[in-house]
């Protein structure tokens, strides 16, 4: 089932999730909607609190040969380098912005059925891991971007301005 995004401005975004204690129907249920949003969105990441479960579910899809990675409770437990790029989230539709993350991070996390797991990705598997553990935490990409990106018609748009 394909679940409402909550979008910037939204209280439950900004809520630190709680851990997820049991892996049961419930879980694989809201692991399965939340994939199912996620592809329907057309994006890479999502974070239950963004269908408002204020849990600490993630699933991520950035097209490469992982293919689906689904994390409960996910820590990042290393991080190296650092890469500068545009960044987006479907919470905060039609918007991007330029974010430093770092290039490389490991992150422990659990599976649907609570068993403990290493993962590590580099470029834009490590940023969003980042990203969607940060929503964890009630933390947005817009709260440590550098600067916004305006594609080329609303640059036109704000000179006129
Ligand atoms: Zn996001």
Same mark, same amino acid.
């Given at each position: 089932?394909?679940?409402?995004?909550?979008?910037?401005g939204?209280?439950? $975004? @900004?809520k %630190?999730?709680?851990?997820?204690?049991t892996? /049961?129907l419930r &879980?694989?249920? =809201?692991?399965?909607?939340?994939?199912?949003?996620?592809?329907?969105?057309?994006?890479v990441?999502l974070?239950a609190?963004?269908?408002?479960? $204020? @849990?600490? %579910?993630?699933?991520?899809?950035?097209?490469d /040969?992982?293919? &689906?990675i689904e =994390?409960?409770?996910?820590?990042?437990?290393?991080?190296?380098?650092?890469q500068?790029?545009?960044e987006?989230?479907?919470?905060?539709?039609?918007? @991007?912005?330029?974010?430093?993350?770092?290039?490389?991070v490991?992150?422990?996390?659990?599976?649907?059925?609570?068993?403990?797991?290493?993962?590590?990705?580099?470029?834009?598997l490590?940023r969003?891991?980042?990203?969607?553990?940060?929503h964890?935490?009630?933390i947005?990409?817009?709260?440590?971007?550098d600067h916004?990106?305006?594609d080329?018609?609303?640059e036109e748009?704000?000179e006129?301005k």
């Open positions: 089932m394909v679940r409402k995004i909550l979008e910037l939204d209280e439950s $975004l @900004r %630190v999730c709680k851990p997820m204690k892996y /049961d &879980l694989w249920l =809201l692991l399965r909607d939340m994939a199912e949003t996620m592809y329907k969105a057309d994006g990441g974070a609190p963004q269908v408002g479960i $204020l @849990r600490r %579910v993630v699933v991520i899809d950035v097209g /040969d992982h293919g &689906l =994390l409960v409770n996910p820590e990042i437990i290393a991080a190296e380098g650092e500068a790029g545009s987006g989230c479907l919470s905060v539709p039609g918007r @991007r912005g330029y974010v430093v993350r770092p290039n490389k490991t992150v422990r996390a659990q599976d649907r059925k609570g068993k403990h797991f290493e993962i590590t990705g580099e470029g834009l490590a969003a891991l980042c990203h969607e553990i940060d964890l935490d009630g947005i990409y817009v709260d440590k971007m916004e990106i305006f080329d018609d609303e748009a704000q006129e």
